[in-house]
């Protein structure tokens, strides 16, 4: 008999919800192994006027079990400040505030096992043997991935990676000075746009230029209007797993502007009136340049100073850009896990990606009854959903009411206003 139903590798919010929603089900033993010493949520871009882009009744529980201790409005009543939150906040909330919430939440959980760095995968006639740092080792019944997206640094920048050229998952723990320097911002998404509010949020401290290229025509708002918003339900979910592989990747490439490419309106409404106000009002000496259409294709190093190629799409032309500091906001990849390289012949994958069933379970070459279950990394089979925090609870709801065979939780959310079938 294997030694837990269900194990979790990596605890990010995502594996953090399942912890929490599988607590209370007894029957479930459950561990969740995390190579950290504590819990922490994207700590390199942890600035300080970060908001969350969701609603906080997109936490660890709430749509699927408002009556939960792990709730955020239980973490606000526990902690002693509903009431004023709720004056200071309405329904918006700070990213600080919300990993506060998180870390609450893992406190209360002794599901969760720190500083257990997985190795290795293997399976056994027990089921899937995990083995930690060290040579600690246990089964489980059914495996759960969450280990996370990894930052996605272009090829040519990765030989200068340091405290001049950084990913943006790296600002706070790099903290690079800008101050009177020439800084190149590349990436015109929602951390784009928060490093360049950042940059520019103290007037004693300014850089003596800022580029900030897009890719795109423009600065694009985030696209939260109440149509788009049903993209991020399960019935669409469900939709969306059953249609050709090739019409899903179509329809990733739609809906960019609903996911993190695009800007909140606050976030794009306050950089631009910051910049006015440098413009006209203190009339400081930074010189800026907001560039669309550009994409950074090469970096160089010059002594002190880097040369950035930029293409521009429009006109089909190259310049080089000489910079002092470069922070490329070019988002995450989920590259297949190495620990699974011992079953990796096991599972079906196709350019790169899993083949994941409805349940978020692997197409695996193995008894029916030991899963691997993923977070995160479906997005080309369920939508541009999975790696945002919309339906955190939904997906693990229904991974469990998988492991159980029942419905532990419902997983139904009603019907939307879209007719998606």
Known sequence: MPDFDLIGIGVGPANLS????????????TQFLDAKKEFRWHPGLMLPDSQLTVTYFRDLVTLVDPRSEFSFLNFLVEEGRAFRFLEANGLSCSRREFEQYYQWAAARLPSLQWGRRVESVSLSGEGFRITSEGGDTRTARNLVIGSGAEPCLPDFAKPFEG?????????????????GRRVLVVGAGQSGAEIVHHILSDENHLPSSLTW????????????????????????????????????????????????????????GSVYQRLYHLDHVVRSDLRHRLLVSRRVVGLEQNGSEFVAEIHDANHGGTERLPVDLVIFCTGYHNPIPEYLKPIQDRLSIEDGRFQVRPDYSLVLDGPEDHRIYVQGFAENSHGIVDTVLTLASWRSARILNSVLGREAYRADQGATTVAWQ
């Open 163 to 179: 405290e001049q050229v950084l990913h943006s998952s790296n600002l706070t723990g790099t903290r690079p000075d800008w101050k």
């Open 18 to 29: 399942l912890a929490a929603l599988s607590a209370p089900l007894t029957e479930l033993r």
């Open 213 to 268: 290229t897009s890719s795109r025509i423009g600065f694009q708002p985030l696209d939260d209007s109440p149509f788009s918003n049903e993209w991020f339900t399960a019935e669409f979910v469900d939709y969306f797993h059953g249609l050709p592989s090739a019409r899903r990747a179509e329809i990733l490439r739609e809906q960019r502007n609903a996911g993190g490419d695009g800007i909140t309106d606050e976030l794009i």
